[in-house]
């Protein structure tokens, strides 16, 4: 049968080549997207990649239900947590974080201010979900938690967001080292990696709770209802749930 298309009627090498360039167009196009949507979404995107080969994949939600309603067990509070504000609050804002993260970022002050209007309504809980296209984000996770054995996380914790383009070994012992810590005990802590066992965990908590990008955050009532937030909301956003939470 003979046929009277374009394409068919081009030179097999020509053809070829007009393949390829068709095929890296479309792919272009798709991560164009993929990429758009993460910037809509106001969070990083955990993806297929969300962490090192070995650890468990995020639950599925039910079917039908989309992923941002998706809620599982969320790890209770324990006293190896970060807590800023009152440990005996109502209201309980757990905070699944990367520090690389820019959307992170972008929610360090909406948790500021949280904590600075709500002192005794809410405790805020931070925990680590470092994503592995983030290169610093597990080694700032350990090195945070080796801030915290001298008794300065959440110090140390805003210095990484406020210089967030600085991340790296350099700058986390100029961090510690403006935090007045024992260099050599911060020093000894990060060169053994013993806290990275720490950062996994916690990521592994998140995972099972549902989290598929940073930053992801749950709002949990007294009564033990839960709202979750997805993504860097503003402070003006999330009032409404907190008020809300508290009225429960």
Same mark, same amino acid.
């Given at each position: 049968?003979?046929?009277?298309?374009?394409?068919?009627?081009?030179?097999?090498?020509?053809?070829?080549?007009?393949?390829?360039?068709?095929?890296? =167009?479309?792919?272009?196009?798709?991560?164009?997207?993929?990429?758009?949507?993460?910037?809509?979404?106001?969070?990083?995107?955990?993806?297929?990649?969300a962490a090192p080969s070995g650890y468990v994949a995020p639950t599925a939600p039910p079917t039908g239900m989309p992923d941002d309603e998706f809620v599982g067990p969320i790890p209770p509070v324990t006293d190896d947590d970060?807590? +800023?504000?009152?440990?005996?609050?109502?209201?309980?804002?757990?905070?699944?974080?990367?520090?690389?993260?820019?959307?992170?970022?972008?929610?360090?002050?909406?948790?500021?201010?949280?904590?600075?209007?709500?002192?005794?309504?809410?405790?805020?809980?931070?925990?680590?979900?470092?994503?592995?296209?983030?290169?610093?984000?597990?080694?700032?996770?350990?090195?945070?938690?080796?801030?915290?054995?001298?008794?300065?996380?959440?110090?140390?914790?805003?210095?990484?967001?406020?210089?967030?383009?600085? =991340?790296?070994?350099?700058?986390?012992?100029?961090?510690?080292?403006? =935090?007045?810590?024992?260099?050599?005990?911060?020093?000894?802590?990060?060169?053994?990696?013993?806290?990275?066992?720490?950062?996994?965990?916690?990521?592994?908590?998140?995972?099972?709770?549902?989290?598929?990008?940073?930053?992801?955050?749950?709002?949990?009532?007294?009564?033990?209802?839960?709202?979750?937030?997805?993504?860097?909301?503003?402070?003006?956003?999330?009032?409404?749930?907190?008020?809300?939470? +508290?009225?429960?």
């Open positions: 049968m003979e046929s009277n298309s374009f394409v068919n009627s081009l030179p097999p090498k020509t053809a070829f080549i007009g393949g390829i360039v068709t095929a890296i =167009l479309l792919l272009g196009t798709l991560g164009f997207i993929v990429l758009g949507a993460c910037m809509l979404s106001g969070s990083c995107g955990a993806g297929g990649s970060h807590v +800023l504000g009152d440990r005996n609050a109502p209201v309980t804002l757990v905070e699944y974080s990367d520090f690389e993260c820019p959307f992170c970022s972008r929610f360090f002050p909406t948790v500021k201010q949280i904590a600075a209007e709500y002192p005794r309504q809410v405790r805020i809980v931070y925990r680590h979900f470092p994503l592995s296209f983030h290169p610093q984000a597990e080694p700032a996770g350990a090195a945070s938690e080796c801030a915290a054995e001298q008794g300065k996380f959440w110090e140390f914790h805003d210095k990484l967001f406020e210089n967030q383009t600085m =991340l790296s070994t350099a700058y986390y012992s100029q961090a510690a080292r403006e =935090l007045g810590l024992n260099m050599q005990r911060f020093d000894d802590c990060v060169s053994s990696g013993r806290m990275l066992a720490k950062v996994r965990e916690q990521y592994q908590g998140g995972v099972g709770a549902g989290v598929n990008g940073t930053p992801g955050s749950f709002i949990i009532a007294a009564d033990g209802s839960v709202t979750p937030i997805r993504g860097a909301l503003p402070y003006e956003n999330v009032k409404p749930m907190i008020d809300a939470a +508290l009225a429960r």
